[in-house]
C-alpha cells in the first residue's frame, strides 16, 4: 500500500555518479524522490543531503530511481554524510512498520533518525590524561588529581569529570597543565562506548533461573529468530536471567537493547549492568542529552555499542547487527505510543527481532492478555520463574470490604487498614499508600450551584493541585489558580474538594500517624527524572515511614524495607468501559502488592474495595493467575476482540464540531472497502473526552476478524475523504486507550 516499498534489489547495490536514485526524506511526501547520485556515487542506504526547494534536507538512498520525472528537473545528492549506511533489514524494519501503523514512511524516516546533526563531522572536545613528572609544589589538591588519574591508567576525562572526581575546582587542573604535569587534548566526542566483558559471569543462579537462562542462551546460539515470554512474580529473578541472554548475545558479538517502559528505572539497571558487565551500556531515552544521543546513534551504527538500555523509541536505532530485544515489563500501557505514530514498542520489538534473526524476550510478573495468548498459541514459547528468589515470598492478599466501614465522607482510610499501618510504623517498617490519582481532588464542586470546575479548552474536570495551588487539567495541561468564587454563581467559599488525590491522602496520612514520615511519589511532584530517582532512592534506603504513590511505584521499583501495601481503592479500574479494564486491575493490583516483602519480612497486601465478589477481585486475592487470563481470554475470544479480534480507532478532531460529525457520519456509510473484507465500523460517537485543546473529538471503532488484512481496507477506505479546514483524522491501530 506504501508507495515507497523499495525495488528488489541486491544489499549492495552501487549507484555510479549520474544514475538515478530514489531519496526517502523527512519531508512530508509520501514518496520517494529522484536524484542523480553524486560524485563519487553512493550505496544503497547511504545518508545524504539533498536540495529541497531552497534549503537541504536528510534522505537515505532507498533504492533505484523511479525514472518518472522530467529528467532536466532531476537535481543532485549534494553530499553523502560519513555515518554508516542504513542496512537493509533497518530498510525493511521501517517499509513494515510504516504498513502496520499506516503511518508515512518520511514520518517512520524522522523515528529513525532522531539525533541532532548526525551526519556533521565528528565535533572535538578537550580531555585531560596524566602528563610528565611532579608539579612544582604538591598540594592536596594537587596530589588529588593526579591520584585520580593515576587510578584511570591511561584514560583521559574531561575537565569536569576530573575536577569532580578530585573535588577540586578547575583552576588547580590549569594550574597542572601549564606545568605540563596533566596533559590536555582534543579527542573527538562521538567516542566509542567502554566494553562490556560478557564473560565475567553473574550471580548463581537457582536451579529454576538457570534453566530458564539455558534455553534463553540456546535460543541466542542459533541465532535465529524466536519470542520468548518470560514470567515470573516480582522479585523471581528475571533480570538476572535475561542479563544472561544479554550475556550470551554481547560474547557472539552482536548488539543486545533492552527496552524499559520508564526511564526512572534505568539507574537502578544500569548499575546492574556495571556489575554484571564491568561497565555501563548506552541510554536512550528523553534524558538524554543532544551530544548524547548523537554519540549513541552513531556507535550504535559502526558497531561502537555493544548495548542500548532504552525507551521505545530506541527500537529505531540503527543497529549493526542486532541479536536480542528484551521488552521488560512487557504489559506496560507506556509501550505505546499515543500520538504522533502510534505504534507499539513490544509488538514492533516483535517485528525488527524477526526481521534481523534476533531474539525478543518479554518479560513480565502479570502479561498482557495478547503475550499470554500467543504463548498459548505456540507463537511465543513461555519460561515461568514461579518462587521469588531467596527467602522473600509473595504477599498475602486480603480484602477489606469497605460496605461495612462507616467512614466519613472526607476519609479513605479503614480503619484496619490504619491498624496495619500504625504496626508497620512501630516495627520500623514500610508502608505503602496506593491510589492512582495525581493532585488534591479530582472534582471541586460549587456547594450552592453544582457548578464544577472544568477546563476551559476541554470537556474535562479541572483537578485540585494543593503542592502547585492550582486547578489543572489532565488532559491538556492547562492551569488556572484556584478560585475563591464560584465562578457560575459568584459565591463566596461555597467551592469544596471532592474524592481523594495523593496530596489530600496524605493529609489523611498526616492526621493520622503525626510522628510519622511521609513521602509522596507522584509523577507530577518530580521537577525531572534525576530528582523522580533520587527520591525514589531516598525512600528506598528508609527516608520514609509511609509512601503515598501513584502508578508509578508499581513498576518495578525496589523498595526492601516495604512490608505493607494498602490500596485505596482496587474498584477504581474497573469503572468505565475499556475493554481491557479487567485486565489492568489486575495487573496493577498484582504490581503493586508486588512491591511488600521483598527482602526478608514477608508483606501484607490490603485491598479495599466496595465489591469483593467482583470475579476480578476475587482472581487478585487468590492469586489465580492463570484461571483469571483464561476467563478472560474466554470473554474476548466470544466478543471477537483482541486479541482474538482486529480492531482500530479512527479519532477525527475540529474546531468546528459540525465538520467533524460531518465527516464521521460520511466515513460510517462509505464503508464499502471495510465491508469487502468483512470489517464492521461503528460510531461516530463523540469521544469519552469530546474536546481536548479546543478541538471536538468523535470516534469510529473498526472491528474485524483476526485473520483479515486490515490495514489496506482502512488505507482505501480513509483514502476516500480529504480532510478540509481545521481537521484532522488518525488512525490507531490496536487501540490500547480509548480517550
Ligand atoms: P525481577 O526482575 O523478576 O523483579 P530481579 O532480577 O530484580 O527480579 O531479582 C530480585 C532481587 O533478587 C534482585 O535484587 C536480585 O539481585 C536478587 N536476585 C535474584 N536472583 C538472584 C540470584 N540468583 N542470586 C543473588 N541475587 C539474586
Ligand atoms: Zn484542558
Redesign the pocket.
Known sequence: MSALTPDPHPSDCFYAEGELVGVLTTQPLDRVLDYKAPEGGCWQGAFVQVPFGPRRVLGVVWGRGRGDWDPSKVRQVQRVLDVAPMRLEMQSFLTRAGDYTLTPMNAMLRLATRAPGLGDPPSMRKVYRRGEGRPDRETDARRRVLDVLDEIGGLALTKGELADSAGVSSSVIDGLVKQGVVREEKSPRDTVFPHLEPGLGG????ES?AAAAAVLRRDIGSGNYGATLLR?V???????VYLEAVAACLAQGRQALVLLPEIALTAEFLA?VDARFGAQPAEWHSGVTMTERRRVWRMVGQGGAQMVVGARSALFLPFRDLGLIVVDEEHDTSYKQQDGVMYNARDMAVLRASINGAQVVL?S?TPSLESWANAEAGKYKRLD?TSR??AAVLPEMRAIDMRSEKLPATRWISQALAAAVSDRIAKGEQSLLFLNRRGYAPVTLCRACGHQIGCDDCDARMVEHRFQKRLVCHQCGATKPVPTVCPSCGAEETLAAVGPGVERLAEEANALWPEARLAVLSSDLFGSARALKEGIEAIATGGADVIIGTQLVAK?H?FPLLTLVGVIDADLGLQGSDLRAAERTFQLMRQVAGRAG?AETPGLALLQTHQPEHPVIRAILAGEEEAFWRAEADERRVSGVPPYGRLAGVILSSTDVQEVFDLGNAMARQDGPLRAVGAQVFGPAPAPIARVRGRHRVRLLVKADKGVALQPALAAWAGQFTLKGQLRMAIDIDPQSFY
Open positions: 550471580k548463581d543462579l537457582t533461573q515470573g516480582t522479585g523471581s529473578g528475571k533480570t538476572e546492574r518479560a510478573a520463574l528468589f531467596g518495578g525496589n521483598r
